[in-house]
């Protein structure tokens, strides 16, 4: 089992930043691709970034690629999504996920989720 929480959350204008965290508990957090997802009201749930076990590959969706930058730090079984220039349509719940080995676009290959943690931007 891998214990998932993220924080960082929260209330932003359009074009400043925010940095969610993503601690990981439980099994060897380093066997794990990690990912964020996000999902606003009414929508389908939709991959954001995701990262390899070492850290070297990541992977973006176009909406997000270069504002957005994933990064993990296996020593403290933590992973980060640094958030710049916020618009309002990344308005959603932030998930984060791992998934065995390799980084995917898709929820369905990823075993542990995150409860969620909000961000709002406001324009």
């Known amino acids: 089992q891998v214990q998932l929480v993220e924080s960082g959350g929260g209330l932003v204008q359009a074009g400043g930043s925010l940095r969610l965290s993503c601690a990981a508990s439980g099994r060897t957090f380093s066997s794990y691709a990690m990912g964020w997802f996000r999902q606003a009201p009414g929508k389908e749930r939709e991959f954001v970034s995701c990262?390899?076990?070492?850290?070297?590959?990541?992977r973006y969706s176009d909406s997000v690629k270069g504002r957005f930058t994933i990064s993990r730090d296996n020593a403290k079984t933590t992973m980060f999504l640094q958030m710049n220039s916020p618009k309002p349509e990344d308005t959603a719940v932030y998930f984060c996920?791992?998934?065995?080995?390799?980084?995917?676009?898709?929820?369905?290959?990823?075993?542990?989720w995150g409860q969620g943690t909000q961000v709002t931007v406001s324009s």
């Open positions: 990262i390899s076990v070492g850290g070297s590959t990541t």
């Open positions: 996920a791992a998934r065995p080995l390799y980084c995917g676009t898709s929820p369905l290959g990823y075993e542990y």
